[in-house]
């Protein structure tokens, strides 16, 4: 069973930035696809970005894109989450997921693991 412990968040104001960072534990790290979801209050789980196993093909929800980057290093077993511009539409609790398939998607369900997430509040 893989751990995922995530940490960088925190408060910034709206126009701010944040990099949020998701290590992994076990040796398979660099076979599954990874993404970031978040939940802000009263809101179900919802998708912001994901990454293939090598890194080169991301995909990202609308709203985020141009202002968020995902990234991966599988020599360290780490996927990050650059955010930039934020707003506080973007206030939630930001989670790291593993997918057990080599491509990723952007369905909750189709992510076995999770990571205990990492609060984010933007300050208007």
């Known amino acids: 069973q893989v751990q995922l412990v995530e940490s960088g968040g925190g408060y910034v104001q709206a126009g701010g930035s944040l990099r949020l960072s998701c290590a992994a534990s076990?040796?398979?790290?660099?076979?599954?696809?990874m993404a970031w979801f978040r939940r802000a209050p009263g809101k179900e789980r919802e998708f912001v970005a994901a990454?293939?196993?090598?890194?080169?093909?991301?995909y990202y929800r609308d709203s985020v894109k141009g202002r968020f980057t995902i990234s991966r290093d599988n020599g360290a077993n780490t996927v990050d989450l650059q955010m930039n511009s934020l707003k506080p539409e973007d206030t939630a609790v930001y989670h790291c997921?593993?997918?057990?398939?080599?491509?990723?998607?952007?369905?909750?369900?189709?992510?076995?693991?999770w990571g205990q997430g990492t609060q984010v509040t933007v300050s208007s």
């Open positions: 990454i293939n196993p090598a890194g080169l093909t991301t």
């Open positions: 076990g040796r398979t790290f660099s076979s599954y696809a």
């Open positions: 997921g593993r997918r057990l398939r080599s491509f990723a998607t952007e369905v909750v369900s189709d992510y076995d693991s």
